[in-house]
């Protein structure tokens, strides 16, 4: 009796890699989003605490070139966020692309999944049928050993 063999056996098990790629891919990108979201907060409470200490001394009275270094600062905080959210941006693309990807391999897969069902399914109708013909064979021989 033959073994079953599916026929897109080293398909499927390159697809099941190239799903686990994905998700360690994925996993690997969903840590940078929180690292670049923790950034983009951080940058924000710097720039609100900062703001906070300049309307304080504000009132209390500022030199121009204090003024002049606090334009400064306040101009390369707002580059740095425009920076990180760009990298932000950059990263949930990265993250919708292999969240495409992943749903197009998991649909392959299952299509994988339902063909191998299918040829198991064909498979065991012909094992039922050969072992069906061999039960007649032996039947008939000892039918036929009885009569003689």
Do not use: P, W
Request: hydrophobic share 40%; glycine share 2%; charged share 40%.
């Amino acid at each position: 009796m033959k073994k079953f063999v599916f026929t897109n056996e080293k398909y499927q098990e390159l697809k099941e890699k190239e799903d686990e790629r994905l998700k360690l891919n994925m996993k690997n990108v969903d840590k940078e989003i929180d690292m670049a979201a923790a950034a983009l907060h951080a940058l924000d409470e710097k720039f609100n605490s900062e703001r906070s200490v300049f309307e304080s001394a504000c009132r209390h009275g500022v030199a121009a070139g204090e003024l002049a270094s606090y334009q400064g600062y306040f101009e390369f905080l707002q580059d740095r966020r425009k920076d990180a959210t760009r990298e932000m941006e950059a990263l949930l693309d990265r993250k919708r692309t292999l969240t495409e990807a992943l749903l197009r391999v998991n649909n392959e897969l299952r299509v994988l999944e339902e063909m191998r069902q299918e040829q198991y399914q064909a498979y065991c109708k012909e094992v039922a049928a050969e072992e069906a013909k061999e039960l007649d064979t032996h039947m008939a021989f000892t039918i036929i050993e009885r009569a003689v």
